[in-house]
């Protein structure tokens, strides 16, 4: 029995962990002006966040077509895979998922299982690690579900974005909205757990960054913990030092947010993604 593990880029995994786990990763694709690049794998991340404020027109984000999962699934098989879990970004936030669902369809030759992670960024990832950590312990897939499933109601996700502006400017909230928030400003926090996800606007940044503490200390004590930003690497390490008696240090992910996500979510995002104990 070879089980192997399949996601999407927004996943936001350390790439050592990719490579240890072999993890398949399907890039979702970024369009900036007449140019289309692959997530992951055209576009560094640091590239992005620095061009991003400059970036006219705004760029846009796109998932991969059926027949891109469908010949991963085939390559997969080929080399042996005997079943496949495909983990994905939650259906809420993007329509990857019923893509891999169609295209999972498409395969009759092994069990393909397409997971909603109900999640995002690095909820999602860990989800992933855990599949392929356990598949790669010969555990069956019966198992591997239940450890999913019993993980994804315990992860959160928590971010404080900098701007209304790029929300705006993906189009997720009103011009008149996003410049009164600026003016004011506004800093919206974002929060999923277990596929729901709701939102706050707290008051300037330190406010913001007092807010995500607070929340961080809601569900300790954890069993692991990541920490992503975009463009704001200084911001997060000193976040970091500020809760480190909250958090396993050994079982600390520390990352750049995928740019998929940042398209829509701007420069100078700083946020959790938590498993708590059970």
């Not at 399949?6 to 970024?30: A, K, N």
């Not at 993906?170 to 757990?193: D, E, Q, W, Y």
């Amino acid at each position: 029995m070879t089980i192997r593990i399949v996601t999407d880029s927004t996943c936001d995994l350390p790439q050592e962990i990719i490579d240890q786990y072999h993890i398949t990763v399907v890039p979702l694709f970024i369009q900036i002006g007449t140019r289309e690049y692959r997530d992951g794998v055209d576009l560094s991340r640091e590239e992005f966040y620095e061009k991003l404020p400059e970036l006219r027109p705004h760029p846009t984000t796109a998932v991969p077509g059926i027949d891109l999962f469908v010949q991963t699934y085939e390559r997969l098989i080929q080399e042996g895979a005997t079943q496949i879990i495909s983990i994905h970004i939650s259906p809420k936030l993007s329509g990857v998922l019923n893509v891999a669902k169609a295209a999972a369809e498409r395969i009759t030759s092994i069990p393909v299982t397409v997971l909603d992670s109900r999640s995002l960024s690095m909820g999602t990832g860990f989800a992933v690690y855990t599949a392929a950590e356990a598949a790669l312990e010969g555990h069956p897939i019966e198992k591997i579900l239940d450890l999913l499933e019993n993980q994804i109601t315990r992860t959160r996700v928590f971010a404080a974005l900098d701007s209304m502006q790029y929300l705006q400017r993906s189009g997720r909230v009103s011009f008149a909205i996003s410049t009164i928030g600026n003016f004011l400003h506004i800093k919206p926090l974002l929060k999923m757990h277990n596929g729901e996800y709701g939102t706050e606007k707290v008051r300037t940044r330190r406010n913001a960054m007092l807010r995500l503490i607070e929340m961080l200390g809601e569900h300790f004590p954890y069993e692991r913990v990541g920490i992503l930003y975009s463009g704001a690497a200084d911001r997060a390490r000193e976040l970091l030092d500020e809760v480190r008696e909250l958090l396993p240090m050994d079982k600390v992910w520390f990352g750049i947010l995928n740019p998929v996500l940042g398209t829509h979510l701007g420069p100078g995002v700083v946020g959790f993604i938590t498993i708590a104990k059970e």
